[in-house]
């Protein structure tokens, strides 16, 4: 109700983006606070701030009514859905509602027909699929899943010092591989409770664990696509001892975040500023975004490919690489 309320008063108030953040997990919040981050320092680079404007909702438990609400503020481009149940949720509101989006998420499936919504992000599948068949070829069969579908990161503890994961039961089942399609603290859970395992498993890295730090003492195998991982920034060497602090490692979502900012740029860039209410200009302009959208060409991150090429879904190349630590 709330969302077909704010959909009325539906506007474009120039060249606007419109992110959601937050959600109901921990997962969600660090998801969307990283891809925010990410659109900010993109859209920063180069003056390329220049005449747009972010804007952002929280999620407080209707993705749809935080999609509506950005609408009615005046975005023309919306971005929302980091995981497969937001993506659809957020490309269905982008079919019904004639909104051009972008989701870092992966639906199951995508809305027919699907015109509006743009999916950016990688799906768990293919990139479980990446290192369960590179596992193999190195010999390891019995695999364990954490984080996607398989077993939660977020579960909480019984009380401290408990382990998190079945670790005594995966040398009894012969597990000689942890595939971790989450976050690098989850990685690090995992490694720390297999640590004292004979012989130590594989660590199989998805794209979100893969900017590091990585495990010591493990067989990694990580993911890798386009330019990430890729370093941001090496902070300045610490004048009274001379050290130089490591790197910084982009995270995968902020750098889907720098991609958004690049398509909305080379998108929003070639359509008029000028801001429109009423529903016949507010449904030309959505429309001239999202075959913009369609067309656009730039240099991402994320990705070899330049851009969506009239597809709903950006398509790239995962690589896996192979360490010992």
Do not use: M
């Amino acid at each position: 109700l709330l969302a077909a309320l704010v959909e009325d008063g539906v506007r474009i108030a120039g060249r606007v983006v419109g992110v959601v953040v937050g959600g109901a997990t921990a997962t969600e919040r660090r998801r969307t606070a990283q891809l925010a981050s990410g659109i900010l320092e993109r859209l920063e680079r180069n003056g390329e701030a220049a005449g747009f404007q972010l804007i952002a909702e929280e999620n407080r438990g209707s993705l749809s009514t935080a999609l509506g609400t950005l609408s009615s503020r005046g975005a023309s481009l919306l971005v929302a859905g980091v995981d497969a149940p937001g993506a659809e949720l957020a490309l269905k509101f982008a079919e019904a509602r004639q909104i051009p989006l972008l989701t870092a998420g992966v639906p199951d499936a995508l809305p027919t027909p699907a015109q509006f919504g743009f999916v950016l992000g990688q799906s768990e599948a293919t990139e479980r699929e990446a290192l369960t068949r590179a596992l193999v070829e190195r010999g390891v069969v019995h695999q364990v899943l954490i984080g996607g579908r398989g077993l939660s990161c977020e579960s909480r503890l019984d009380r401290p010092g408990t382990p998190r994961f079945p670790a005594g039961e995966w040398t009894l089942e012969g597990v000689h591989g942890l595939v971790v399609l989450a976050d690098p603290t989850c990685a690090g859970h995992v490694s720390s409770e297999a640590r004292g395992l004979e012989p130590r498993p594989w660590l199989a890295l998805g794209l979100e664990s893969a900017e590091g730090p990585w495990p010591v003492g493990f067989r990694v195998l990580s993911l890798a696509a386009g330019s990430f991982p890729s370093v941001v920034a090496a902070p300045p060497t610490d004048r009274a001892s001379g050290d130089v602090s490591p790197a910084l490692i982009a995270s995968w979502y902020q750098v889907l975040g720098r991609d958004v900012a690049a398509l909305a740029h080379a998108t929003l860039g070639r359509i008029s500023d000028a801001p429109v209410s009423d529903e016949r200009s507010v449904r030309e302009r959505h429309d001239r975004v999202r075959a913009a959208l369609h067309g656009a060409t730039v240099e991402l991150e994320s990705t070899e490919s330049r851009g969506f090429a009239e597809r709903q879904v950006l398509t790239r190349t995962l690589r896996v690489t192979d360490s010992v630590n």
